[in-house]
């Protein structure tokens, strides 16, 4: 169930910083910052909390 909501999570992000940095370019350094790391965390516990 946790591979589902990583695999849901992951589009919506992408398209809200796709949004965001179409309405405000000034911005994209921070919005894939921000991208990266929650895709990372998402990857990190979404997947691990299945193994515990």
């Known amino acids: 169930m946790n591979m589902n909501m ?4 992951a589009p919506i992000i992408s ?3 796709g949004i965001l ?3 405000v370019p000034r911005l994209l350094n921070y919005i894939v910052a921000i991208y990266l790391i ?5 990857g990190l516990f979404g997947a691990n909390s299945m193994h515990l």
């Open 21 to 23: 940095i179409l309405v």
């Open 38 to 42: 929650a895709i990372g965390l998402l």
């Open 6 to 9: 990583t695999l849901t999570l």
């Open 15 to 17: 398209l809200l910083a």
